[in-house]
Nanobody
Framework: QVQLVESGGGLVQPGGSLRLSCAASGSIFSLYTMGWYRQAPGKQRELVADITSAGRTNLADSVKGRFTISRDNARKTVYLQMNSLKREDTAVYYC?????????????WGQGTQVTVSS
């Protein structure tokens, strides 16, 4: 079992920056692929970025060059550094942890944190 708690959301002006954190507890954090997803009003949840247990990262085209995902296995925390924020980045951001075992997939979500980009 993994519990995920996001923090760091808030209101920021266009062009500003925020860093989201997702603290995990309860299981072997280092084995999980950690991801950040977002969901804007009226839209489907979409992948923003993820990072594997080996540290390989993947970012959505819409955030490449602006967002960075990283993880600290000792602190059981994954981060999303968001720079040059745009109004269209406004959404609820969710942390996700996935581990694919031989016979079962473990998939956990945080409660979400609101990011609002507005002047």
């Amino acid at each position: 079992q993994v519990q995920l708690v996001e923090s760091g959301g808030g209101l920021v002006q266009p062009g500003g920056s925020l860093r989201l954190s997702c603290a995990a507890s309860g299981s072997i954090f280092s084995l999980y692929t950690m991801g950040w997803y977002r969901q804007a009003p009226g839209k489907q949840r979409e992948l923003v970025a993820d990072i594997t247990s080996a540290g390989r990262t993947n970012l959505a085209d819409s955030v490449k060059g602006r967002f960075t995902i990283s993880r600290d296995n000792a602190r059981k925390t994954v981060y999303l550094q968001m720079n040059s924020l745009k109004r269209e980045d406004t959404a609820v951001y969710y942390c996700n942890a996935v581990y694919i075992a031989t016979t079962k997939t473990y998939d956990y979500w945080g409660q979400g944190t609101q990011v609002t980009v507005s002047s």
